[in-house]
Each structure stands twice: as C-alpha cells, then as structure tokens.
C-alpha cells in the first residue's frame, strides 16, 4: 500500500507513506521539503519501521525461529536534476532487537543500535510509477557505519541496481539486476 499526498505548501512539500505486510513487515514515511522555489533542492526525513521472522538451524539441526524488528530515523538532504536525477546524503540511526519466537538460545537474543552516513544517486526515466512500459531506473546507494556515528557496528556496503521495461504489443516484461558489495 502507498499512499501519497502532494501540495502540503507553497514549495510542494510531499508526504509518502508505504505499508508492505506479510513474512517482512515494513513501515515507511517520508516527508519531502523542497527548500527553495525551484524545487531542485530538498530535505527528507523520514522513519522506517521493520518485523520479520527468521527461521534457522542450529549445529544440531534443531530448528529456531526468532523475530528481528527494527526502527530506524533518518534525515537526507539532495538535490534533484531536472526530473530524473536526484542526489541524496544523509544521516540514519536506528535499533534493532532480536528476541525468542520459538525456544531461540538466549544467547543469541538482545538488541544492537545503528548510525550511519548515506548517500545515493538515483537515476529514473520511467514512464509510470506503477507498470512502466518506458524508460530506465538506476540506483547506487553506499553506506558507512562506526561507533562515532552511533553504531555498534564498523562496516561500509555499496549496492546498486538497474532495470529497463522492455514492452512487444500488449506485454512488458521488466528485467532487473542487482549487486552489492
């Protein structure tokens, strides 16, 4: 479910919000604030919220499951180009706990706290949000975390994304690749 409301001001705040439930709930608002009339520059914050229940083995092959929820603020500021470039940085910090759904080690409970510096760039040409037929959609996103960030974690990932709808008569097929390191 997505649900978008534009307009909020004379600069053409937004405020979206997209709810996903089944085995991985995910939460999502954001609201965008362009800051000057030209709408090219913009902050963002926004607040995630995630369930999801995760089933394992243990080196004796018992099985566990146990549920990971997380919470997690966040406070970008970009700049867009025209209308398919947006260049995003921001700051994210957030929690996560673990706990015991089905007989889970205790040991392996408990919660864990993250900060961390993002960036992306997002390139999108695609004629619709929802069933392009056109177009293309690009998006590299890194990550750093450390302890002077607010985490408990040190660790950088890099990860991107492409895909291209590529439509014969009345059908459209839309192949995507993924990396990430």
């Known amino acids: 479910l997505d649900w978008r409301m534009t307009r909020f001001n004379s600069l053409g705040a937004e405020w979206e919000t997209i709810l996903r439930i089944g085995d991985r709930t995910n ?18 914050p926004s607040v995630r919220y995630a369930s999801e229940l995760i089933d394992a083995l243990d080196a004796n092959d018992a099985r566990h499951r146990f549920r990971l929820q997380s919470v997690e603020g966040q406070v970008d500021a970009g700049i867009r180009f025209g209308t398919s470039v947006e260049i ?24 864990s706290e993250r900060g961390a510096l993002r960036a992306s760039a997002t390139f999108d040409t695609l004629d619709r949000v929802t069933f392009p037929r056109s177009g293309w959609f690009a998006r590299l996103e890194g990550e750093v975390s450390d302890e002077s960030l ?5 660790y950088s990932r890099v990860q991107g994304g492409l895909y291209k709808p590529i439509t014969f008569g009345k059908n459209t097929i839309v192949p995507r690749v993924t990396a990430g390191i």
């Not at 608002?29 to 709408?39: A, G, K, L, N, T």
């Not at 994210?92 to 409970?109: E, K, N």
């Open 88 to 111: 995003r940085l921001g700051y994210a910090h957030g929690l996560s706990d673990i706990s015991d759904t089905l007989s889970l080690p205790r040991a392996a409970s408990g919660s």
């Open 150 to 154: 607010g985490g408990q974690d040190n």
């Open 27 to 44: 939460v999502f608002s954001e609201w965008y604030q362009p800051i000057e009339p030209s709408r090219s520059v913009f902050l963002a």
